[in-house]
């Protein structure tokens, strides 16, 4: 049954059949070309094959489907046709199906394996132990670059192994790593085994992120393991394994032990069977990634470079200026494009670092396995340690990492809310004198209204906070730049896991105390949908910045002694319910067991101040597009709906009071002006009753009643659905105080004590006690979080996940919100 020779499907001439043994190319094609049923053992047909014409007709499984020529050519199989019998056998009449179909799967059982590692790992021993051969075992010495062949069979398999020259790379530096990574891109084989010198894990694992962003099956042959026990070092290769998504298997090559074990794990990641295996991205970081996509995306418009390569290792390589790799590409009808693509990207990138592209994607690949190694290998304690590590150590270290990154995360929230006091203030007077000078030079009327009240009033109550958020999202660039960002997510991995995450979730819920809105935008770092999808759902509770002026105005209203601790009660319990509902949406809706991967530890830099900036202005930006639209948009909505309707039949004749007060000679000016202010306010106040949000507000009071709240609460809740920044600045109006006067916030808070139900059984009673107050904090922080966040929600996963967040958010709210308030009044 030997007799039969592998051809590629597009050898097959019209009307000849052949069986499949097997399909090479790569990713959405052999993803593509398996669903059509071009499975190894399956029949085929040609239908219609004339040279040079493309695409060629196929029948399988019954159907009719065509393929391009250069598709055809990743088919392998074995035909009936007697041409394709190898010469000196006689051919002996039509063979039977059932021949063919033996000898396909013979054929198919058949394993191409390439051994690639690091010159000494062992690759020529494990190839000779394997092979009974005596290759010349040593340094891998002299100028001919060649590759031996051998033959093993273990399990009803034959292997056909090629023991390839050593390298440290696989880039075009040298013949033999040219060689090497010609075999692999032509040759195809099934699987490469990956050789690795156990002793010199951080120079071998190098390769092997080449490897791995080749998007190629791999299996990792942990050679020397006799001298990493030797030297007292534990590796958790297991755990390594399944974070780099290949099987990895001990070997003492010298001693032959372990072998079988590899070649039965070949034998399993060949059919498929095994769990390990799976394609990882290693991360480089957002400039790199960046720049990989847009390279990536016209790649892609050649579909037969990406039916062989993945466009991420072309994309990669391309990125590194590697020629070899454009030489490949220089077929492409759109290389012209391809190239200047490389050349801005490349511009741009060695701006940002200073450094040569190539060296900046080398030491992400080394920030990758520092981390991979972190969490898996034990040095022997003599070892000799780089000062990096030493660094690592330290800031990563079990018991000191802790309170170092607490520490860290204490300076930035003090300082953004310290340093950002006094551009707050600025910002705040300049509104005022903006909206002041409107008023002062335009006539009245609707128009000058909507300008002052709802845009200037609306958006200027939520720039104050500009200052704030940059400041927050400088010391996050800043921590990012240089790397202790991903140390910081080392140090919290143990603790996110426990809720079902991991330590890279913990960078966008950081992100979350400043704004929701890019800390959602950040959850696209996490590589595993579920992992982003249940970050996203909880930032909402990470109680984000602009919920802030809420607590300061109840908290130094209703809690004038405990100030400090209240508010940060507030903020732990958002906290502990993101990790209630972290938990249970890991049990309900995300039940699946988890995968786990590596943290890079990329190395660290002094960013310059230049750069920090870019990327703080970035993360700013969205803050800033979300007041020019969704804020805006919302400030006007809000201000018409408390506008109108305009023709209000007061309970009373205010203008008259008013007119009366102005004409009292008995009163001195400031006392005329204070009073009549006073009315002006009680009349906005009922014409805000009587407005259409007013009606709204009445119209949800029964839902919140439970909760202690009344319809003024209510109309603020409906509008802090815009922003929750609004939620102050509508209270400011329902609760008639005075902005403009300059004991505003203390006038607020008197206003606020002396509420009293205007209805219902509690009319007359005061709506705000402290535990009220602590109730709608609660609620604010929990409720809803914001339309700009919904609609990023929506734009990082589906309208479905943010129809969702909508809802448990807002429910959730509801309910703790009604339990502190009912179970807070049997004791208070
Ligand atoms: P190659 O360059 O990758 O082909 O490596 P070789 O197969 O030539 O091996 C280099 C040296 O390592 C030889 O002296 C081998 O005897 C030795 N060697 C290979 N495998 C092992 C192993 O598992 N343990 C130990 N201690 N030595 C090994
Ligand atoms: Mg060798």
Redesign the pocket.
Same mark, same amino acid.
């Given at each position: 049954m030997e007799k039969l020779k592998v051809l590629n499907l597009s050898d097959l001439k019209t009307g000849e059949t052949g069986i499949i043994t097997k399909v090479v190319g790569h990713g959405a094609f052999r993803k593509r070309i398996t669903e059509m049923g071009f499975v190894k053992g399956k029949k085929v047909k040609v239908i219609k094959n004339a040279p040079l014409q493309d695409p060629v007709e196929y029948e399988i499984m019954d159907y009719k489907v065509s393929l391009r020529r250069t598709e055809a050519q990743l088919v392998e199989v074995i035909a009936a046709d007697k041409t394709n019998f190898i010469e000196d056998v006689k051919f002996e009449g039509t063979i039977d199906e059932e021949t063919l179909k033996l000898t396909a799967g013979e054929k198919s059982r058949t394993i191409n394996v390439a051994l690639v590692?690091n010159?000494? !790992?062992?690759?020529?021993?494990?190839y000779n132990f394997a092979s009974g051969s005596h290759e010349r %075992?040593?340094? @891998?010495g002299g100028v001919t670059v060649d590759a031996r062949e051998a033959t093993f069979k273990q399990s009803s398999y034959t292997f056909k192994i090629v023991d390839l020259p050593?390298t440290y790379s696989i880039t075009e530096y040298t013949p033999e790593e040219l060689f090497v990574r010609t075999h692999i891109t032509e040759k195809n084989p099934d699987i490469i085994v990956n %050789?690795i010198d156990a002793s010199n894990l951080e120079r071998n694992l190098y390769l092997t992120t080449q490897l791995i962003d080749m998007n190629i099956k791999v299996v990792i042959a942990l050679?020397? @393991?006799?001298?990493l026990e030797k030297k007292n070092a534990k590796l958790d290769y297991k755990a390594l394994g399944k974070m780099i998504g290949i099987p990895i298997i001990p070997? %003492?090559? !010298?001693?032959g032990k372990g072998i079988s074990e590899l070649f039965d794990k070949l034998i399993e990641v060949y059919e498929d069977k095994d769990t390990i295996v799976r394609h990882i991205h290693i991360n480089y970081g957002n400039n790199i990634e960046t720049a990989i996509a847009h390279i990536q995306i016209l790649i892609k418009e050649n579909k037969e470079i990406t039916d062989k390569f993945s466009s991420r290792y072309l994309a990669i390589k391309l990125l590194e200026t590697d020629s070899a790799t454009l030489n490949q590409l220089s077929q492409c009808s759109n290389i012209e494009k391809i190239k200047k693509q490389i050349e801005t990207e490349i511009k741009i990138l060695e701006k940002e670092y200073k450094e040569k592209s190539g060296t900046i994607i080398t030491d992400a690949k080394y920030g990758f396995i520092a981390g991979a190694l972190n969490e898996t290998f034990k040095p022997c304690i003599e070892g000799k340690r780089k000062k990096i590590t030493q660094i690592d150590d330290f800031l990563t270290h079990r018991f000191f990492g802790f309170p170092i990154f607490i520490f860290f995360m204490w300076l930035m929230f003090q300082v953004t809310f310290t340093v950002g006091s006094y551009p707050m203030d600025l910002i705040d007077s300049g509104v005022g004198w903006l909206g002041e000078l409107i008023e002062n030079s335009m006539a009245e009327g609707p128009l000058r209204d909507l300008l002052v009240d709802g845009i200037i009033g609306g958006v200027g109550g939520v720039i104050i906070f500009l200052p704030n958020i940059l400041i927050l999202f400088f010391f996050i660039s800043f921590m990012e730049d240089t790397g202790y960002m991903a140390r910081a997510s080392f140090i919290m991995d143990k603790l996110m896991h426990k809720i079902g995450l991991h330590g890279k979730s913990f960078i966008p819920m950081l992100m979350g105390f400043g704004c929701n809105v890019p800390a959602i935008m950040a959850t696209r770092t996490l590589e595993n949908k579920k992992d982003r999808l249940l970050t996203m759902m909880i930032i909402p509770l990470m109680s984000c910045s602009a919920r802030l002026p809420v607590y300061v105005l109840l908290i130094s209203t209703f809690f004038p002694e405990n100030q400090g601790l209240v508010l940060i009660s507030i903020y732990i319990i958002g906290v502990i319910v993101a990790v209630l509902v972290a938990l249970a949406m890991k049990k309900i809706l995300f039940a699946k067991q988890d995968v786990p991967f590596v943290m890079e530890l990329p190395p660290y830099r002094i960013p310059t101040l230049k750069n920090t900036s870019i990327h703080m202005w970035h993360k700013g930006a969205q803050y800033i597009k979300k007041m020019g639209s969704v804020i805006l948009l919302a400030s006007i909505i809000i201000w018409a709906l408390g506008y109108f309707p305009r023709n209000v039949k007061y309970s009373a004749n205010y203008d008259e009071q008013i007119a009366v007060i102005k004409s009292d000679n008995n009163l001195t000016d400031s006392l005329k002006k204070e009073q009549s202010n006073k009315i002006e306010l009680i009349k906005q106040s009922e014409k805000q009753e009587k407005s259409y949000i007013g009606q709204m507000g009445h119209f949800i009071e029964p839902v919140i009643r439970p909760l202690g709240f009344d319809w003024k609460i209510g109309v603020s809740i409906i509008t802090g659905l815009a922003a929750k920044e609004i939620v102050v600045s509508t209270m400011g109006v329902l609760y008639q105080a005075d902005f403009s006067n300059n004991e505003s916030s203390a006038n607020m808070q008197n206003r606020l004590k002396e509420q009293t139900f205007s209805q219902g059984e509690l009319k007359g009673q005061k709506v705000f006690t402290p535990l009220t107050a602590y109730a709608m904090m609660l609620f604010v922080l929990i409720y809803f979080p914001c339309i700009a966040v919904i609609a990023a929600i929506k734009k990082e996963s589906d309208i479905k996940w943010a129809v969702f967040t909508m809802i448990y958010t807002t429910g959730l709210a509801w309910l703790i919100a009604f339990l502190t308030y009912q179970i807070g009044s049997l004791f208070i």
């Amino acid at each position: 049954m030997e007799k039969l020779k592998v051809l590629n499907l597009s050898d097959l001439k019209t009307g000849e059949t052949g069986i499949i043994t097997k399909v090479v190319g790569h990713g959405a094609f052999r993803k593509r070309i398996t669903e059509m049923g071009f499975v190894k053992g399956k029949k085929v047909k040609v239908i219609k094959n004339a040279p040079l014409q493309d695409p060629v007709e196929y029948e399988i499984m019954d159907y009719k489907v065509s393929l391009r020529r250069t598709e055809a050519q990743l088919v392998e199989v074995i035909a009936a046709d007697k041409t394709n019998f190898i010469e000196d056998v006689k051919f002996e009449g039509t063979i039977d199906e059932e021949t063919l179909k033996l000898t396909a799967g013979e054929k198919s059982r058949t394993i191409n394996v390439a051994l690639v590692g690091n010159p000494n !790992s062992g690759k020529t021993t494990l190839y000779n132990f394997a092979s009974g051969s005596h290759e010349r %075992v040593g340094n @891998y010495g002299g100028v001919t670059v060649d590759a031996r062949e051998a033959t093993f069979k273990q399990s009803s398999y034959t292997f056909k192994i090629v023991d390839l020259p050593g390298t440290y790379s696989i880039t075009e530096y040298t013949p033999e790593e040219l060689f090497v990574r010609t075999h692999i891109t032509e040759k195809n084989p099934d699987i490469i085994v990956n %050789v690795i010198d156990a002793s010199n894990l951080e120079r071998n694992l190098y390769l092997t992120t080449q490897l791995i962003d080749m998007n190629i099956k791999v299996v990792i042959a942990l050679n020397m @393991y006799d001298e990493l026990e030797k030297k007292n070092a534990k590796l958790d290769y297991k755990a390594l394994g399944k974070m780099i998504g290949i099987p990895i298997i001990p070997t %003492v090559a !010298s001693k032959g032990k372990g072998i079988s074990e590899l070649f039965d794990k070949l034998i399993e990641v060949y059919e498929d069977k095994d769990t390990i295996v799976r394609h990882i991205h290693i991360n480089y970081g957002n400039n790199i990634e960046t720049a990989i996509a847009h390279i990536q995306i016209l790649i892609k418009e050649n579909k037969e470079i990406t039916d062989k390569f993945s466009s991420r290792y072309l994309a990669i390589k391309l990125l590194e200026t590697d020629s070899a790799t454009l030489n490949q590409l220089s077929q492409c009808s759109n290389i012209e494009k391809i190239k200047k693509q490389i050349e801005t990207e490349i511009k741009i990138l060695e701006k940002e670092y200073k450094e040569k592209s190539g060296t900046i994607i080398t030491d992400a690949k080394y920030g990758f396995i520092a981390g991979a190694l972190n969490e898996t290998f034990k040095p022997c304690i003599e070892g000799k340690r780089k000062k990096i590590t030493q660094i690592d150590d330290f800031l990563t270290h079990r018991f000191f990492g802790f309170p170092i990154f607490i520490f860290f995360m204490w300076l930035m929230f003090q300082v953004t809310f310290t340093v950002g006091s006094y551009p707050m203030d600025l910002i705040d007077s300049g509104v005022g004198w903006l909206g002041e000078l409107i008023e002062n030079s335009m006539a009245e009327g609707p128009l000058r209204d909507l300008l002052v009240d709802g845009i200037i009033g609306g958006v200027g109550g939520v720039i104050i906070f500009l200052p704030n958020i940059l400041i927050l999202f400088f010391f996050i660039s800043f921590m990012e730049d240089t790397g202790y960002m991903a140390r910081a997510s080392f140090i919290m991995d143990k603790l996110m896991h426990k809720i079902g995450l991991h330590g890279k979730s913990f960078i966008p819920m950081l992100m979350g105390f400043g704004c929701n809105v890019p800390a959602i935008m950040a959850t696209r770092t996490l590589e595993n949908k579920k992992d982003r999808l249940l970050t996203m759902m909880i930032i909402p509770l990470m109680s984000c910045s602009a919920r802030l002026p809420v607590y300061v105005l109840l908290i130094s209203t209703f809690f004038p002694e405990n100030q400090g601790l209240v508010l940060i009660s507030i903020y732990i319990i958002g906290v502990i319910v993101a990790v209630l509902v972290a938990l249970a949406m890991k049990k309900i809706l995300f039940a699946k067991q988890d995968v786990p991967f590596v943290m890079e530890l990329p190395p660290y830099r002094i960013p310059t101040l230049k750069n920090t900036s870019i990327h703080m202005w970035h993360k700013g930006a969205q803050y800033i597009k979300k007041m020019g639209s969704v804020i805006l948009l919302a400030s006007i909505i809000i201000w018409a709906l408390g506008y109108f309707p305009r023709n209000v039949k007061y309970s009373a004749n205010y203008d008259e009071q008013i007119a009366v007060i102005k004409s009292d000679n008995n009163l001195t000016d400031s006392l005329k002006k204070e009073q009549s202010n006073k009315i002006e306010l009680i009349k906005q106040s009922e014409k805000q009753e009587k407005s259409y949000i007013g009606q709204m507000g009445h119209f949800i009071e029964p839902v919140i009643r439970p909760l202690g709240f009344d319809w003024k609460i209510g109309v603020s809740i409906i509008t802090g659905l815009a922003a929750k920044e609004i939620v102050v600045s509508t209270m400011g109006v329902l609760y008639q105080a005075d902005f403009s006067n300059n004991e505003s916030s203390a006038n607020m808070q008197n206003r606020l004590k002396e509420q009293t139900f205007s209805q219902g059984e509690l009319k007359g009673q005061k709506v705000f006690t402290p535990l009220t107050a602590y109730a709608m904090m609660l609620f604010v922080l929990i409720y809803f979080p914001c339309i700009a966040v919904i609609a990023a929600i929506k734009k990082e996963s589906d309208i479905k996940w943010a129809v969702f967040t909508m809802i448990y958010t807002t429910g959730l709210a509801w309910l703790i919100a009604f339990l502190t308030y009912q179970i807070g009044s049997l004791f208070i």
